[in-house]
């Protein structure tokens, strides 16, 4: 049996139009209430928010339910490996903020929440959508993502996979630097303004240089990365009621960075200008130059964030405390939904204790889904003509 949303198999298609499904919103409020005693008893709860589904087609989630259900979908995430901390999760309602500018606004201080001394994980719950109702979203991605353009030689410069949605940003009357790691504007629609796009300030945006321990020429390379990993274009869905603007953030697993964003051919790829810088062999696979360069790539972005003081995970380390959390939720009796392909780290991942398992795979609600209008605009950055 398939589970929507693992591996090749595309999530359920959601329809904005729907009302609020009251066996789901049941089934929430009795798993939030059963673990929040001081909540009180739920039925009296239960009473109002199936009138409410009645009348209105949807009901309003009170603060503590909205907490709870936020962290409930962190804990549900099937590709996070980091879930041992789901109850720290800092969650920020900012359902009343309907404008551009207010959103703006909040984004910001959610970057800075997050990013200030220690990173933390974060959430910031805007407005949900309303059956039929157009809503607030953001275009981007992550809040935090670097430019991609082509020179004057036709080669890449930047993020090779923001090629497409900076180019409509540029259409947009965006202009930026040119350079290899210019910060990409918010794109940031709502129903009465349309999109609006948002330079991030200074302060928002907290950045590692990348240097190596033992290699003084990485330096001249003038890599570095941000901080705070915010995913802004997945929906949160609680209770049978969708949050599209959602954006949340934990902190980054040096893969991440090191293995993927900057060694994937179609990101920098930069494992062939580190071979080079290395002195190594290129000219046939076996020699395995791919695999120490991404080696020292990985180490270099380990040792940066360590010096700048910035919270961040190794794959190691990060795969025990995934088991840990594994053995803690045996304990209390509940199954982990997990997808292998990405709980696996990409480098290494034989010698990790994560490798040598099977996981189950589960839908579980409250979750964080990401749609396929979502995924595209986030991709082509042009609007998707919409149908409610």
């Not at 298609?13 to 008893?41: H, I, K, M, V």
């Not at 739920?42 to 009645?54: D, G």
């Not at 929906?235 to 049978?240: A, D, F, K, P, Y």
Request: glycine residues 8%; neutral net charge; hydrophobic residues 40%.
């Amino acid at each position: 049996m398939t589970v929507p949303g693992y591996r090749d198999e595309p999530a359920e298609p959601w329809d904005p139009s729907a009302p609020a499904d009251p066996g789901e919103a049941e089934d929430f409020l009795r798993q939030c209430y059963t673990a929040n005693q001081r909540l009180g008893p739920v039925e009296p709860r239960l009473a109002i928010v199936r009138a409410q589904i009645a009348a209105t087609g949807t009901y309003v989630h009170t603060t503590e339910e909205l907490a709870y259900g936020a962290k409930l979908a962190w804990r549900n995430a099937s590709r996070c490996i980091g879930r041992l901390y789901w109850r720290s999760l800092v969650v920020l309602d900012r359902r009343r903020a309907r404008t551009a500018d207010e959103i703006f606004s909040l984004l910001v201080n959610h970057l800075q929440t997050a990013g200030e001394g220690q990173i933390r994980p974060v959430i910031s719950v805007f407005a949900p959508a309303q059956p039929g109702q157009p809503y607030a979203r953001v275009w981007n991605e992550q809040l935090i993502r670097y430019a991609g353009y082509r020179g004057a030689d036709g080669c890449p410069v930047g993020d090779s996979r923001q090629e497409q949605f900076t180019a409509a940003m540029r259409g947009y009357g965006w202009r930026g630097k040119g350079e290899q790691f210019d910060v990409l504007p918010l794109a940031i629609e709502t129903p009465n303004e349309g999109v609006r796009l948002y330079e991030l300030p200074e302060r928002a945006i907290r950045e590692v240089p990348l240097t190596h321990p033992e290699y003084g020429w990485f330096a001249e390379l003038g890599l570095r990365w941000h901080a705070v990993p915010a995913i802004s274009n997945m929906r949160l869905t609680v209770g049978g009621v969708h949050y599209p603007l959602a954006p949340f953030n934990g902190w980054y697993l040096g893969t991440e960075i090191g293995a993927r964003n900057l060694a994937d051919a179609d990101r920098y790829d930069m494992l062939p200008v580190v071979a080079a810088r290395l002195g190594l062999d290129t000219s046939r696979e076996s020699t395995l130059w791919r695999d120490r360069a991404l080696l020292e790539l990985n180490v270099a972005v380990l040792h940066s964030f360590e010096k700048a003081g910035i919270k961040m995970s190794d794959h190691h380390t990060e795969s025990r405390r995934f088991l840990k959390h594994l053995s803690n939720e045996e304990k209390a009796g509940r199954r982990v939904p997990a997808d292998w392909t990405w709980i696996v780290p990409p480098m290494s991942g034989g010698i990790t204790p994560v490798f040598h398992r099977y996981y189950d795979e589960m839908d579980l609600r409250p979750a964080f889904y990401l749609d396929e209008e979502a995924s595209a605009l986030a991709r082509d950055g042009c609007p998707v003509r919409r149908t409610h």
